[in-house]
């Protein structure tokens, strides 16, 4: 397995015991089952970090992000596995699309989704993210200049 994608994969364990417990981890603990899991691989504990605190600080907007694409579906009536390899692939995908092609960005959601979910999970996690996707890159597309 790639660096990076264990470091998700350690990252999405991490926020998936977060989301589901009421008294989640402490940073002590975290950073050690972080290390853990790298074999203190410091380049990979230092993107699973920076995944982590991510999310974290962005957890508002991303949650948003998810509710407003995801069409008769509640984020709190998702699958946990599914609630936070989206949490994981969205905040990739708004903060750091331009380090990642988006087509690695939903692969690795997709991978995780296949590993940590249900069968329809990649389906779902594909169909949500490609969604988002396409409506992030129509946002930032530029406008057409206008005629001279």
């Excluded at 417990?21 to 940073?27: D, H, I, Q, R």
């Excluded at 960005?105 to 249900?118: C, K, Q, W």
């Excluded at 990649?122 to 406008?143: C, I, Q």
Aim: include cysteine; glycine fraction near 2%; proline fraction near 5%.
């Amino acid at each position: 397995m790639l660096r990076r994608s264990r470091a998700r994969e350690v990252a999405l364990q991490v926020l998936f015991e977060h989301d589901l417990n009421k008294t989640p981890m402490s940073a002590a603990a975290v950073a050690k089952f972080v290390r853990d899991r790298m074999v203190n691989d410091a380049e990979s504990v230092a993107f699973c970090s920076e995944l982590l605190a991510g999310v974290s600080a962005h957890r508002a907007e991303i949650d948003a992000a998810i509710t407003e694409t995801a069409e008769n579906w509640r984020l709190s009536r998702m699958l946990p596995s599914d609630r936070n390899v989206l949490r994981l692939a969205v905040y990739e995908l708004l903060h750091h699309a331009q380090q990642v092609p988006v087509p690695v960005l939903l692969n690795e959601a997709i991978e995780l989704a296949r590993r940590f979910g249900t069968v329809d999970s990649p389906g779902f996690v594909n169909g949500l993210l490609d969604k988002l996707a396409r409506r992030r890159a129509k946002a930032t597309e530029s406008p057409a200049a206008p005629p001279a």
